[in-house]
C-alpha cells in the first residue's frame, strides 16, 4: 500500500509561485507514474500533471500547461509541482496521486491519494 503525503500549499498573491511536494511510502516509487489533480470549490475534481514513472514523460492539463511543471525524484521518493504565474483560478485543493498506469491519472481515477493541500491565490 502507497502513502502519499503533500506538503508546501499555502496563501500567494496572483503571479506568484508556490512548488508542492508529496513524499511517498510503503511501495517501489519508481515503479509508478505520478501526478497532480485539483479540486476547485464548487468544481468536479480536475487532472493537472502527470509523470511516468521514469520521469521520461509528462503531461499537463491546458490550463497550466506554461506555467506548472511536474517532476520526480526517485532516489528521494518524492514527486514535486512547481506552479508559477500563479492565477485566482488556480484555488484548490491538491491532491498528490499515485498508479502504475499513467492513463488512471490522465482520467482523474488514480489507485493512490494524499489527503491534499490547500492552495489559495489572491487577486
Known amino acids: 500500500q502507497v502513502q502519499l503525503v503533500e506538503s508546501g500549499g499555502g496563501l500567494v498573491q496572483a503571479g506568484g509561485s508556490l512548488r508542492l511536494s508529496c513524499a511517498a511510502s510503503g511501495g517501489t516509487f519508481s515503479r509508478y507514474a505520478m501526478g497532480w489533480l485539483r479540486r476547485a470549490p464548487g468544481k468536479e475534481r480536475e487532472f493537472v500533471a502527470a509523470?511516468?514513472?521514469?520521469?521520461?514523460?509528462?503531461f499537463y492539463a491546458d490550463s497550466v500547461k506554461g506555467r506548472f511543471t511536474i517532476s520526480r525524484d526517485n532516489a528521494k521518493n518524492t514527486v514535486y509541482l512547481q506552479m508559477n504565474s500563479l492565477k485566482p483560478e488556480d484555488t484548490a485543493v491538491y491532491y498528490c496521486a499515485g498508479d502504475l498506469y499513467i492513463i488512471g491519472l490522465r482520467v482523474g481515477r488514480p489507485t493512490y491519494w494524499g489527503q491534499g493541500t490547500q492552495v489559495t491565490v489572491s487577486s
Open positions: 509523470i511516468s514513472a521514469s520521469g521520461g514523460s509528462t
